[in-house]
């Protein structure tokens, strides 16, 4: 039987996601193929406050671009870049709590591909929601990106 849950793979130095970047988040993103949806859930240490024990909206930022350039790929298996990002800040997202960000495409036109995401606690309250606009690069830039990860276009 298939798997529905894939692990997605972490890229080199990314800050979001790279396991060789000393300071970086090493975010564990998940593609659920059935609902077409990335997720990740995490824990913010101290390290990442604005004030104290409240996250940072830059590492908020951060967390949210990651879900959703990664709903883009795996949605559309188009290498792209992040073009606008509009975050709404509802609650103060505490340090030290659980919560996971869950993204997906929500419009695609050409190379122009819309996604939403949002940030939750354990009772599914919604802590900030977040819209990007991401256009796809151009084929010869991309073609590193995708021998890397060729294999998961048959997830």
Not at 16 to 24: D, T
């Amino acid at each position: 039987m298939e798997e529905r849950i894939l692990k997605l793979p972490h890229y080199k130095t990314c800050f979001g996601c790279g396991l060789e970047n000393p300071i970086g988040l090493k975010l564990e993103r998940y593609w659920d193929k059935n609902e077409k949806k990335v997720f990740a859930n995490f824990k913010l240490d101290r390290f990442y406050n604005g004030f104290e024990n409240i996250a940072h909206g830059g590492i908020l930022a951060v967390i949210a671009d990651e879900v959703l350039w990664w709903s883009v790929f795996m949605t559309t298996k188009k290498v792209t870049v992040t073009y606008k990002l509009d975050l709404t800040f509802l609650k103060p997202i505490i340090v030290g709590e659980n919560y996971a960000a869950v993204a997906r495409v929500s419009d695609e036109k050409g190379k122009r591909i819309m996604a939403e995401a949002e940030i939750v606690d354990n009772n599914a309250t919604t802590y900030l929601k977040a819209q990007g606009l991401f256009v796809e690069i151009k084929e010869k830039e991309s073609q590193k990106f995708l021998k890397d990860y060729e294999y998961l276009f048959n997830k």
